[in-house]
């Protein structure tokens, strides 16, 4: 499965990354190897897909959105926040924006935008800035 990377997702990251809200070794150790294997999740998705503590349907008010779902990292980096990633499962797999969850009102304003900008890629109006292949 091919993996877009959307604007999003890349300004969310560029955003994290300036405020060192994890490592290079976390990225390169942890956070990249897990969206790697989106690659693969149509054909031999990982186990790691089955764990709701890394994995889970993306809500929003106790509604699924639909083809939304979460990659979820627990105790990351030094200030060991809880970075989320909302992944758009269509067709490719479209990652969106990167965010630290902090509190319930909070999620609820990222699952927002999360269905907002799944709709938006629906549309085709979305900016793409790379692949994963």
């Not at 060192?20 to 693969?40: G, Q």
């Not at 031999?44 to 509604?63: D, E, G, R, Y």
């Not at 980096?77 to 509190?103: C, W």
Request: charged residues 30%; contains cysteine; proline residues 5%.
């Amino acid at each position: 499965m091919e993996v877009i990377i959307t604007a999003w997702a890349l300004d969310s990251y560029l955003e994290l990354k300036r405020k060192k809200e994890f490592s290079e070794v976390d990225y390169k150790k942890t956070i990249r190897p897990a969206v790697l294997l989106l690659k693969d999740f149509s054909t031999m998705p990982s186990p790691k897909f089955s764990n709701n503590k890394f994995w889970s349907p993306a809500t929003l008010s106790s509604l699924v959105i639909p083809s939304g779902f979460k990659m979820k990292w627990h105790n990351l980096g030094a200030n060991k926040i809880q970075l989320r990633l909302p992944v758009g499962m269509m067709k490719e797999s479209f990652l969106l924006h990167a965010y630290v969850k902090t509190d319930p009102k909070a999620e609820a304003r990222e699952m927002a935008k999360f269905k907002t900008r799944l709709e938006l890629i629906r549309r085709g109006q979305f900016t793409e800035c790379g692949r994963l292949s």
